[in-house]
T-cell receptor, first 114, second 113 residues
């Protein structure tokens, strides 16, 4: 069964450093998303992406964040200058907005900012 | 801003009995609701969904009920099995084809053998 994959599974970085989180969505999906979950809190929407552009973003997704689909398979989330409060699980998701509207989630990348 | 609330952080149910997980929402623009299940170190896995034009949707052991006037939905699992032990998230979106899912805080379900 096709699945969303994410790398790395765990990323440790120093405050102020740039990180790139990578995702490979399901191959025939057209809509891509990033969510995050800070430890003990709920899953929060960050951004959605369709047709090579951002279609919606939350207040969390400020100028420090960017997304890119550099080729036909990868979807990346870049944080330019990480802060301690960026430590969280980051989930990528994709779908085709068909009958169930189900978003398929990847296993997540745990980002730890020291 | 808790637009989707799951007021029970945890629930324990005997194996074979019914598990009932509840979710309330405040935003009347929500039109589509989903339940996800999450194991530790994994991403959320879709279970079942319902649109606001329905009041019930059933898939095997899982049934979701929607009471739109009360802005309340529930997930029933029957019979409960040990493999159902996980965190369950309720999520909502503004309409079919929505961009953004708004999640509740989750309920940790433990099935007691």
């Amino acid at each position: 069964e096709p699945e969303v994959t994410q790398t790395p599974s765990h990323q440790v970085t120093q405050m102020g450093q740039e990180v790139i989180l990578r995702c490979v969505p399901i191959s025939n999906h057209l809509y891509f998303y990033w969510y995050r979950q800070i430890l003990g809190q709920k899953v929060e929407f960050l951004v959605s992406f369709y047709n090579n552009e951002i279609s919606e973003k939350s207040e969390i997704f400020d100028d420090q964040f960017s997304v890119e689909r550099p080729d036909g398979s990868n979807f990346t989330l870049k944080i330019r200058s990480t802060k301690l409060e960026d430590s969280a699980m980051y989930f990528c998701a994709s779908n085709n907005r068909d009958r169930n509207n189900e978003q398929f989630f990847g296993p997540g990348t745990r980002l730890t900012v020291l | 801003d808790q637009q989707v609330k799951q007021n029970s952080p945890s629930l324990s149910v005997q194996e074979g009995r019914i598990s009932i997980l509840n979710c309330d929402y405040t935003n009347s623009m929500f039109d589509y609701f989903l339940w996800y299940k999450k194991y530790p170190a994994e991403g959320p896995t879709f279970l079942i969904s319902i649109s606001s034009i329905k009041d019930k949707n059933e898939d095997g052991r899982f049934t979701v009920f929607l009471n739109k006037s009360a802005k309340h939905l529930s997930l029933h699992i029957v019979p409960s099995q040990p493999g159902d032990s996980a965190v369950y998230f309720c999520a909502a979106g503004p309409n079919f084809g929505n961009e953004k899912l708004t999640f509740g805080t989750g309920t940790r379900l433990t099935i007691i053998p």
